[in-house]
């Protein structure tokens, strides 16, 4: 007898009925999360470069950002820096996309929006710049 007919021969015994769940998070529900934490179970705590994504303004700020009176392209941006949405070095790295998370110009910080735009010591020289002008209302 074959191998594929001896395994084939096991009798099984019906316990009851299989179905596929979810697992629950802490909250008692189910969420995609919990599910990836299920298949791909990790220690992140010790990872000094993870942090989390799951930022999201407050509800007034959004909307604001949407009425701003500008080019949409500029809202969405505008929207995706403040949701952590942007394709940051951080970000990458989080999804093993990238090995290294620090941002390439400074080497002292994570590539995060935050850092990108607004306390990287080179970038505070630009926005320091006499030079620049910044005029937010779109041409018509």
Not at 8 to 13: K, N, T, V
Not at 29 to 55: C, E
Not at 58 to 70: E, G
Not at 105 to 118: D, G, N, R, V, Y
Request: glycine share 2%; proline share 8%; charged share 15%.
């Amino acid at each position: 007898m074959s191998l594929v007919n001896k395994i084939l021969a096991i009798p099984l015994i019906p316990i009851g009925t299989d179905k596929i769940t979810w697992t629950k998070n802490r909250f008692g529900a189910s969420s995609i999360k919990s599910g990836h934490n299920t298949l791909h179970p990790t220690n992140n705590h010790n990872n000094q470069f993870q942090a989390s994504s799951s930022y999201q303004p407050h509800k007034k700020l959004q909307n604001l950002i949407w009425q701003l009176h500008t080019y949409p392209n500029i809202r969405f941006f505008t929207w995706s820096m403040c949701t952590n949405a942007l394709l940051t070095k951080e970000n990458l790295y989080k999804r093993k996309m990238t090995l290294d998370p620090l941002y390439p110009i400074c080497h002292s910080e994570l590539e995060t929006p935050k850092h990108l735009f607004l306390l990287c010591q080179w970038t505070k020289k630009v926005w320091s710049n006499p030079d620049l002008r910044i005029d937010p209302s779109p041409q018509k």
